[in-house]
């Protein structure tokens, strides 16, 4: 999926065309700024100063990509991060969806720019523990994505440090993981609620009558026509009546508004009109 402009730089147009076509990760996308910033960290790296210069050295040696891929996909994450926001999904989305009709069909969320699994895991964790609370014997399925291979590949080990842990309530770490003295281990029965599948937002989305996506402080690194494109993927890939969550940052414009309804503004969930 290509947006006209995205990236206005010659040189880093060229160099995005070299890792599309090694990679098929479409950098054109993101808003030019950050992406600079992101990219200035492995140029420093390899004492090199221009996009031209790196692009060669990407030919040259292809351990490169995958720190590259690092450098561009980075996400600072962790268990139950901004822990209001689960609160609301808990307190005010999770009654509503179970409110409305069909309830013998499994409950569906997305986590999308999932990186190293502390989302859909927190995911997991918040509707067992609501479920428990209530009472209800349903099944909840989280898909769980990202275009970055690397990081689902810790996501699926389970295995995380203490930095993933700061916003994690204490009494959720001693229920839901093994705890070492360096690392806590995620218990079987929850890593088994999340499917993890490499998946690009620029593309059309496989999914289809989905609950609720999360996809938080992902959309700010991308142009405002990816983003409307995103959004339009979101629309068709939620059932009506279905959430949205973005990040603190992140708001909807465009068409989106027309088919979204604020239903908490502060936390940025939106419900899908229908």
Partial sequence: MIFKDAITDPQLQELAKRINADTGFDILQYKERPLKRRLAVRLRACQLSTYQEYAQRLVQDKSEYPKLLDALTINVTNFYRNPETFKAVSS?????????????????????????????????????????????????????????QQSMEKARRGIYDHNSMNEMPPELIKKYFDVSSKYFILTEDIKRMVEY??????????????????????????????????????????????????????????????????????????????
């Fill in 197 to 274: 599948q490499r998946f690009d937002l620029l593309e059309p989305s496989p999914f289809s009558g989905l609950d609720l996506i999360f996809c938080r402080n992902v959309l700010i690194y991308f142009s405002r026509q990816a983003q409307e494109y995103i959004f339009d993927s979101f629309k068709k890939s939620l059932r009506p009546g279905g959430f949205l969550v973005l990040g603190k940052v992140e708001t909807l414009f465009g068409q989106a508004k027309e088919y979204f309804t604020t239903f908490e503004l502060k936390e940025r969930i939106y419900k899908l009109n229908g």
């Fill in 92 to 148: 005010l989305v999770l009654p509503s969806l179970l409110a409305q009709p069909e309830q013998s069909r499994p409950l569906t969320i997305w986590s999308a720019g999932c990186s190293s699994g502390e989302e859909p895991y927190s995911l997991a964790i918040l509707w067992r523990e609501f479920a428990g609370r209530i009472g209800v014997n349903r099944t909840c399925r989280i898909i769980a994505t990202d275009i970055d």
